[in-house]
Structure formats: structure tokens, C-alpha cells
């Protein structure tokens, strides 16, 4: 009988090693975008807006390293800078390539997910999401 921590710990393997497939599936697209590329580009596709200082948050990165980062995604026309308001840092959007890159990403990611839960009951996979989506609660909560 396998203990509670030990349960966890395949549960943390499991997550990371699923995503980090799925992410080095998806690199092979028409984007030659690396791991951490793809995250930030997902980070700005699902908050329109947001800035360098909160993706560095967002990741528990360094600000020059969001940065560097950053300034290579603009370079390859997938990100830009929106129109400034007020405060501080400059916001960021994607380019329609970045919106291209994004859209694949998920797309590969989602084979991924498709692929594994191909042999599950529509209840498994159904509770399986159920699950999925308690726990990212519990790890979004204040």
C-alpha cells in the first residue's frame, strides 16, 4: 500500500512529464518555439495585456530572463507590444503568427490528451477532468 506522499509524488511526475511531452510535441510545429517560449506564449494568449514583470512572476523567473526571452519571441514576430496605458511596464499581445503558434500548441497539446485518454470510459475521462479541475483550484486559491 503506497503512502499519501508517495502518491503525490507520482501525481507531480506524472503532470510534469505529460506537459513536457506534450510541450516538446508541439515545438516540432510550424514554430520553432522552445519549452519556455510556448509557455509564455500561452501566458500572454490567455491574458492579453499582461507585462514582463507578471509573466516573471507568473513563472518564478528572473526579470532579464523574461526579458531575453521576450525580446527573441519579438524578434521571430510573435509577440508585440500593445498600445501603453498608464503604469507600469509595457503590455503584451500576440501577433497573428503568435496566435498561429498558440492555436498549435493547444492543438498538439490536446492530441496528446486525446491520445492518452483514448482507452478511458467517457465517466473516467469525465472525472478525471472533475479531479483535474479541484486540484488546479486548490493551487490557484489565495
Known amino acids: 500500500m503506497s503512502s ?4 503525490s ?13 506534450g510541450l516538446a510535441d508541439a515545438r516540432y510545429g510550424d514554430a520553432p518555439l522552445s519549452i519556455t517560449d510556448q509557455s509564455i506564449v500561452m ?4 491574458q492579453p495585456g499582461i507585462r514582463s514583470i507578471d509573466i516573471a512572476k507568473m513563472f518564478r ?3 532579464s530572463t ?16 500593445a498600445a501603453a496605458d498608464s503604469g507600469r511596464g509595457r503590455p503584451l499581445e500576440l501577433t497573428d503568427e ?3 503558434a498558440y492555436r498549435g500548441t493547444l492543438d498538439a497539446l490536446q492530441a ?3 491520445d492518452h485518454l483514448s482507452s478511458w470510459t467517457d465517466a473516467e475521462v469525465s472525472r478525471f477532468a ?10 490557484t486559491a489565495p
Open 98 to 100: 503568435g496566435l498561429a
Open 43 to 46: 501566458a500572454i494568449a490567455e
Open 9 to 21: 509524488t507520482a501525481v507531480l511526475r506524472a503532470l510534469v512529464a505529460i506537459s513536457r511531452r
Open 4 to 7: 499519501r506522499h508517495d502518491d
Open 112 to 114: 496528446v490528451i486525446t
Open 61 to 63: 523567473l528572473n526579470r
Open 130 to 139: 472533475h479531479d483535474l479541475q479541484r486540484f488546479d483550484r486548490g493551487a
Open 66 to 81: 523574461v526579458s531575453r526571452q521576450l525580446s527573441a519571441l519579438t524578434t521571430l514576430g510573435v509577440v508585440r507590444e
